[in-house]
């Protein structure tokens, strides 16, 4: 089993910067994508960011050139620095930790982190 443990969400600024973090323990596959995706209230869950663990990125048009995405293999935490918060950036985030291997697909959720962004 997969545990993932973010934090690093709180209230902010319009402007501010946050960085989040999220730690994976437990049976990891060594190839995984991690990534972050948010909800806001009455919004679907959408991708911010993921990172591969050989290092790709993609990111969701609305946060291109604001956030960036980075990981530590080594410790098996994914990272998310936020710069130039807007208020629509406020929404619950969670990481996502996911693999393919010889059983199947295996999909990990943490619990989820608040981020404010005041205007």
């Known amino acids: 089993q997969v545990q993932l443990v973010e934090s690093g969400g709180g209230l902010v600024q319009a402007g501010g910067s946050l960085r989040l973090s999220c730690a994976a323990s437990?049976?990891?596959?060594?190839?995984?994508?991690m990534g972050w995706y948010r909800q806001a209230p009455g919004n679907q869950r959408e991708l911010v960011a993921i990172i591969t663990s050989g290092g790709s990125t993609n990111y969701a048009d609305s946060v291109k050139g604001r956030f960036t995405i980075s990981r530590d293999n080594g410790k098996n935490t994914v990272y998310l620095q936020m710069n130039s918060l807007l208020p629509e950036d406020t929404a619950v985030y969670s990481c996502?930790?996911?693999?393919?291997?010889?059983?199947?697909?295996?999909?990990?959720w943490g619990q989820g982190t608040q981020v404010t962004v005041s205007s």
């Open positions: 437990g049976s990891i596959f060594s190839r995984n994508n």
């Open positions: 996502n930790l996911n693999y393919d291997n010889y059983f199947g697909r295996h999909d990990y």
